[in-house]
């Protein structure tokens, strides 16, 4: 059975840290890039972070380069977002999806592309 579960999301004061979580299962996870996707109330999802199955290969959007880091860990077979500096207009639900064999630039097609969703985290910053 396929799934992908995610964990890690919270409520959390500008400035600090989450990191994020996204545990496949049923499928192999190497096979597949990775995206980070959000979506606030009353806004288009958009693509956060990306990593590309083969060369570790990465998309950030500009508002979250240098702050957000996605990783994966192959043998686990999970993947990670780690957002630093956290920011009230970066409070959103969180997704991540895999894409059989494709590369970073899954980022920037947020409807499309993804085989597997994970169920969503909330983040909120907030003071």
């Known amino acids: 059975q396929v799934q992908v579960v995610q964990s890690g999301g919270g409520l959390v004061q500008p400035g600090e840290s989450l990191t994020l979580s996204c545990a496949a299962s049923?499928?192999?996870?190497?096979?597949?890039?990775i995206g980070w996707f959000r979506q606030a109330p009353g806004k288009e999802r958009e693509g956060v972070a990306c990593i590309d199955y083969e060369y570790g290969s990465t998309y950030y959007k500009d508002s979250v380069r240098g702050r957000f880091t996605i990783s994966r860990d192959n043998a686990k077979n999970t993947a990670y977002l780690r957002m630093n500096g956290l920011k009230p207009e970066d409070t959103a639900n969180y997704l991540c999806a895999a894409a059989d064999h494709q590369t970073a630039e899954i980022c920037r097609y947020p409807y499309g592309f993804m085989d597997y969703w994970g169920q969503g985290s909330q983040v909120t910053v907030s003071a």
């Open positions: 049923g499928f192999n996870l190497e096979n597949y890039a």
